[in-house]
């Protein structure tokens, strides 16, 4: 079975990329490519594709990986209904009670300020009679 995958290239942190087709099987630093079907700078986001090919090897089985898919997608490259798209991860916390968002809110103290006029007692008024 073919495979349609990414091959490191370039320098030290900095990585260049050329899309290969090779045996499933095979490392992809092994050397034993089928063809080599374009090119990726993921810095640049730039891309260099041969469709013609892309598309000849789609038709005849090759599995595309996660990433080439992404790529043959950009560049608007008709997949067949069997490849394998992926899925996008979606991180969840661990420990999600303990967040500080998910914590219930405190209220904050009311300080009571001094009243503004003492009350003055009452004066029982009398009645002269």
């Known amino acids: 079975m073919l495979a349609i995958r990414l091959q490191r290239n370039g320098r030290a942190h900095l990585p260049v990329y050329r899309i290969i087709v090779q045996e499933a099987q095979r490392h992809p630093l ?10 990726y700078n993921p810095h640049t986001k730039e891309t260099t594709l041969n469709k ?6 789609l038709k005849n089985g090759a599995q595309p990986s996660t990433r080439v898919v992404r790529i043959l997608k950009a ?21 999600a009670d303990k967040l500080r968002k998910n914590q219930p809110k405190e209220e904050a103290p009311v300080e009571e300020s001094a009243p503004a006029e003492p009350e003055a007692p009452a004066e029982e008024a009398t009645a002269e009679a």
């Open 52 to 57: 013609e090919q892309a598309e000849f090897y």
């Open 30 to 39: 092994s050397g034993r490519v089928v063809a080599e079907i374009g090119h």
């Open 75 to 95: 560049e608007k490259i008709k997949l067949p209904k069997w490849v394998d798209e992926g899925t996008k991860k979606q991180a969840t916390a661990k420990h």
